[in-house]
């Protein structure tokens, strides 16, 4: 609900304190939560950001990109680092930067 309210502001002009509810945390804490939720990608490492949302939906149900500042999850997963987007006309797709699958002891595909 705190995503969804705006502070209104005081009398005299001056805007409100931002309580904790309405501060929000920076998309690099979401990193985790997104990279937990890549399931089983394809041969060059890409999974659907339908299905890492599916996922991430069913493990933290309070999850919402409004809470790290981002208006939907490709935004979040752009801003928060780590991760490749791949937007072609119908979908979106995303996995882990190079670097970070590197350590993940599966066989890398270069990418052209």
């Not at 005299?12 to 945390?25: F, L, N, S, Y």
């Not at 999974?47 to 933290?60: M, N, P």
């Not at 791949?86 to 979106?92: F, H, I, P, T």
Request: hydrophobic share 30%; proline share 6%; charged share 30%.
């Amino acid at each position: 609900m705190e995503n969804l309210l705006e502070a209104e502001p005081e009398k005299g002009g001056k805007a409100p304190a931002r309580t904790a509810a309405q501060r929000k945390d920076a998309p690099r804490k979401a990193r985790k939560i997104i990279a937990d939720a890549i399931g089983e990608p394809d041969a060059d490492g890409w999974e659907s950001l339908g299905s890492v949302g599916q996922r991430i939906q069913g493990a933290h149900p309070d999850f919402d990109p409004r809470s790290y500042g981002c208006a939907n999850l490709s935004t979040l997963v752009e801003r928060s680092g780590g991760f490749d987007i791949r937007k072609d006309s119908d979908n979106v797709h995303v996995r882990r930067k190079a670097a970070a699958r590197k350590g993940s002891g599966t066989a890398q595909v270069p990418t052209v």
